[in-house]
């Protein structure tokens, strides 16, 4: 049951673009199109269910204080937390690639439409953001999988509605300095309001 | 008489060549430009995820714009110093790898000398490894150019990205708490009720504060976005 819980609050209360504004680089510069939307929010959620697990079994087992102890007695004093950054990016390279890789063997269809959004994950702070969350929280390895599925989910919700928004406003009149960004940050600026009305639900 | 002005003129020549000038005008251009013709925040729309989390106050804004201009100035300069050695399939990983060493090297000055401060930015510092800006400065400019040149452009990063953080820290304090780095301004001028706008501490603030000024940079600039 905690696990579903950690699912709804990523996608409507702990949302990460509207709460917490992390991946807002491809959140605003991927939207102007459902389709891709659609494809690069997918994305996210494939490779955060993956990494954030991941990320959470090498810090729970190498990185925190003290966890190096199953290598024997004289390792468990060592604190490598200071190495987490260099190596949680380094995780997500990697298994990006791998995403990438295997993908492409696999499903050369789903490789199509996802191809090529993976490279441009990598950097996203989303992915990365996700995983520094997830140790601030305190999550179970079970926990952490629903988290990085969650977060993900909460951005690929955003992500469509903005575009679907976007793809709209191509028809108006919009004056020459607010056109693009500007208005784009208005827009989710109102979508945060609308998403507030979730807060102070208890589950 | 004219063999002697072609020699002068020689002489001039070989001696303005090597020495271009510390700060000459294709130099200040890698300063002047990214602060409003080119601003990596308003018109690049890089660096966005930080530029508005650690904006609710001051102080953590300032010190988010020294911590990034610092990264973006010293990874500029490693990666222009081994720009010939990187290969280019794994360039992205060495960035990569430098970023988050520089990273990890401010999180822990953070740690050991202004606790409080790391505390309150949390996450968002880890985060800088993830910024556009640092990774777009990297690919753009110092894979190509020379270190002191690629000093400059980073500096040039990192100002444009200050100013417009700071002014929308300055104004979502001011609005939202009512202060500008934490001293209560509203009540220093004897209008100790006023109101504050709890939308302004919240994310939304941030979205709108940043959308305006981005409308009013824009108009003044001239630039327009295609649909």
């Not at chain 1, 469509?160 to 919009?174: D, G, H, M, T, W």
């Not at chain 2, 060495?94 to 999180?107: C, K, N, P, R």
């Not at chain 2, 708490?177 to 004897?190: L, R, T």
């Amino acid at each position: 049951m905690e696990a579903l819980n950690i699912v709804i609050r990523g996608i409507f209360i702990d949302n990460m673009i509207f709460a917490y504004f992390l991946g807002m680089c491809s959140f605003l510069a991927v939207s102007k199109k459902v389709s891709t939307a659609f494809g690069l929010g997918l994305a996210v959620i494939f490779v955060l269910t993956i990494t954030v697990p991941v990320n959470w079994i090498i810090n729970e087992n190498i990185l925190k204080e003290g966890s190096l102890a199953w290598m024997g007695s004289a390792y468990e004093t060592i604190d490598l937390t200071f190495m987490q950054f260099i190596i949680f990016i380094a995780v997500i390279a990697a298994i990006v690639q791998l995403v990438e890789m295997i993908i492409e063997k696999v499903s050369p269809a789903l490789y199509g439409s996802l191809g090529i959004f993976l490279p441009l994950i990598a950097v996203n702070c989303a992915i990365l953001g996700s995983a520094l969350f997830m140790v601030q929280r305190d999550y179970t390895l079970v926990e952490a999988t629903a988290y990085g599925f969650g977060s993900g989910s909460g951005f690929f919700f955003a992500i469509i509605a903005l575009a679907a928004i976007r793809e709209k406003l191509k028809y108006s009149n919009v004056p020459d300095g607010l056109r693009g960004l500007g208005l784009t940050m208005l827009i989710t600026g109102l979508m945060g309001i609308a998403f507030k009305s979730f807060i102070g639900i208890v589950l | 008489m004219s063999t002697e002005t072609l020699e002068h003129k020689e002489a001039v020549l070989v001696k303005e060549k090597p020495s271009e000038g510390l700060l000459s005008k294709r130099r200040k251009k890698f300063i002047s430009d990214p602060l409003v013709d080119d601003n990596p925040i308003s018109i690049q729309v890089l660096g966005i995820c930080s530029a508005l989390a650690v904006t609710v106050k001051m102080e953590p804004t300032l010190t988010m714009a020294i911590a990034v201009t610092a990264v973006i100035v010293f990874s500029n300069l490693i990666i222009s110093l081994i720009r010939d050695f990187i290969p280019n399939r794994i360039r992205i990983i060495v960035q990569l790898a430098i970023v988050a060493a520089l990273v990890t090297l401010v999180s822990e000055i953070l740690k050991a000398y202004y606790y409080d401060m790391f505390k309150v930015l949390g996450a968002y510092v880890g985060l800088i490894i993830t910024n556009c800006i640092v990774m777009g400065r990297l690919e753009a400019f110092a894979m190509a150019n020379k270190p002191y040149d690629s000093v400059l452009d980073g500096l040039g990063s990192g100002f444009g990205y200050a100013w417009i953080i700071l002014v929308v820290a300055f104004f979502r304090e001011l609005l939202g708490s009512g202060s500008i780095f934490d001293f209560k301004i509203f009540q220093a001028i004897g209008w100790s009720s006023f109101p504050t706008n709890g939308l302004m501490v919240d994310s939304i603030g941030a979205f709108m504060i940043l959308g305006i000024l981005i409308w009013i940079q824009r108009t003044k600039t001239g630039h327009v976005e295609a649909h």
